[in-house]
């Protein structure tokens, strides 16, 4: 029965978009944007500091991007290289799988705070991922595992470009 479900997973993930192009072909025109909105310290008493980070997902293609997520948890479907980045969980209460519809020309996105300690120089740069999860993949796998195991083997996942976590200091404002 594993394996049914390992040769599912394949057979899925050959297209992440509702598209007539396969995801390696979709990838190329899907980005991944990291946006540093800037660093925090809550308290004097707490070692810790806060990076608020946009994490905007563009589509550049011509079709819609499906994927499936949690309404709460979008996080779930984030990922970072390395994994030593420490994310802060978004609370609510219900956190139901939703299905995201990235129109072309659309941005899709997700603010991300990461909490780091002193020793945040440590790690030279970081990579943040966005993982792609196929609504027809909910068929076969239930959404914690199928999400798991994607993350896990690096498949249907758009990176950014590598950042410096030390060298942000971002804007809290906006102006449109």
């Given amino acids: 029965m594993r394996l049914v479900q390992i040769f599912t997973i394949i057979a899925f993930?050959?297209?992440a978009c509702k598209s007539t192009i396969g995801f390696n072909k979709i990838?190329?025109?899907?980005?991944?944007?990291?946006i540093?909105?800037?660093?925090y310290g809550v308290t004097q008493c707490d070692s810790a500091?806060?990076?608020l980070l946009d994490l905007r997902l563009i589509n550049k293609?011509?079709?819609?991007?499906?994927?499936i997520t949690k309404s709460c948890a979008t996080i779930g479907n984030i990922l970072t290289d390395p994994e030593q980045v420490e994310f802060c969980p978004i609370y609510c209460s219900?956190?139901?799988?939703?299905?995201i519809q990235i129109n072309p020309g659309q941005d899709f996105t997700v603010p991300v705070i990461l909490k780091f300690h002193v020793n945040i120089s440590d790690i030279d740069s970081v990579k943040f991922g966005i993982v792609l999860f196929p609504p027809e993949l909910?068929?076969?796998?239930?959404?914690?595992e199928g999400i798991s195991y994607l993350k896990k083997n690096r498949i249907n996942i758009i990176w950014s470009d590598?950042?410096?976590l030390y060298a942000l200091e971002g804007n809290p404002f906006e102006i449109r």
């Fill in 61 to 67: 293609t011509d079709s819609v991007c499906e994927f």
């Fill in 49 to 51: 500091g806060y990076i």
């Fill in 27 to 34: 990838e190329q025109h899907l980005s991944l944007q990291v």
């Fill in 138 to 144: 909910l068929e076969h796998m239930d959404f914690n």
């Fill in 94 to 99: 219900s956190n139901s799988i939703i299905a």
């Fill in 13 to 15: 993930l050959t297209v």
């Fill in 36 to 39: 540093n909105k800037g660093t």
């Fill in 162 to 164: 590598p950042i410096k």
